[in-house]
């Protein structure tokens, strides 16, 4: 009988290692990032609130004007977009620190500054009024632009509902009314506080949180789920490769050279290319499977 080998897996320790210096690279804040949990949350969370480069076709709402001193920095926006190129350094800059964004964890609305040139790093000059807007794969809705206020103001959502209603049918509970109606300022309160409300149109139509809602913790819930879903990816390869036991070594056999340890085999993660792998440094050879997954400057090129 086949002597079981000895199998140890570094791949979350690995992985993080790795999307911390991707993180970096964009030129985001990491100093905070001090255990392999908060890398791969943050990762998930900028994985969330980044805007990937891609070609979108831009919808305008009925209402929709652009004051004339934004003029030139929407037109700029508009080209980036159309083109597919990176619009992430119209987003504010606490996206650096990946700070609470109630409007966009709540709502699942992108707010995008319209000045005309860069000013400090990554980013362009802060503009008084701001695009509010819902990105899809291949679409941005432009919803208005407001001075740089009213991140609670349901007339955002009034104007989606009259314009795109398909955008926020998933998101409407039916039979259900609130026993109150919440204010703006109470609900920036419950946001600030981690608290998921719900909100009631003028129509009647009540919706949950668009954009996933917000944790206790004041992060985005849709990216924490992405973070619970990587984790039982890693855990999938572990025991796809436990799986193998005492035939690992047959299974992966190393193409152009020997093992140099039948007995002993030790996974991590190793980015090469648009892949991340899991690599057997004892034997300098790969597991069978792969993830394909971009870099995050690749996808949002900050």
Wanted: net charge neutral; proline share 3%.
């Amino acid at each position: 009988m086949a002597a079981i080998p000895n199998l140890t897996f570094k791949l979350e320790s690995s992985l993080a290692k790795i999307f911390k210096k991707e993180i970096e690279d964009l030129g985001f804040d990491v100093s905070s990032l001090a255990k392999d949990e908060d890398v791969l949350k943050a990762y998930c969370s900028y994985s969330y609130r980044l805007l990937e480069n891609r070609p979108r076709t831009i919808h305008k709402a009925d209402t929709f004007v652009c004051p004339d001193e934004v003029k030139v920095g929407l037109t700029w926006l508009e080209s980036k977009l159309t083109k597919g190129e990176s619009v992430n350094p119209h987003l504010n800059c606490a996206t650096k620190k990946d700070k609470l964004d109630g409007l966009l964890y709540d709502w699942g609305i992108h707010h995008l500054h319209l000045g005309e040139k860069f000013s400090s790093p990554g980013f362009v000059e802060r503009s008084g009024p701001v695009l509010f807007a819902m990105f899809r794969q291949d679409d941005v809705f432009f919803i208005d632009i407001r001075d740089h206020e009213g991140w609670s103001d349901k007339s955002l959502l009034e104007i989606v509902n009259r314009n795109w209603p398909e955008l926020i049918e998933r998101y409407w509970l039916k039979g259900v009314r609130p026993e109150a109606s919440l204010s703006a300022n109470d609900l920036t309160a419950t946001r600030k506080g981690g608290i998921n409300t719900i909100v009631e149109l003028s129509d009647g139509k009540v919706l949950v949180s668009i954009g996933g809602g917000i944790t206790t913790a004041k992060t985005s819930l849709a990216a924490m789920d992405s973070y619970v879903e990587l984790k039982r990816a890693l855990y999938d390869v572990e025991k796809e490769i436990r799986s193998c036991g005492s035939k690992l070594a047959t299974h992966v056999s190393p193409k152009d050279h020997p093992f140099r340890d039948k007995t002993s085999f030790v996974f991590v993660c190793k980015r090469v290319g648009d892949e991340i792998s899991f690599y057997d440094v004892v034997n300098n050879n790969y597991w069978q499977s792969c993830w394909k997954v971009k870099t995050l400057k690749e996808r949002y090129g900050i």
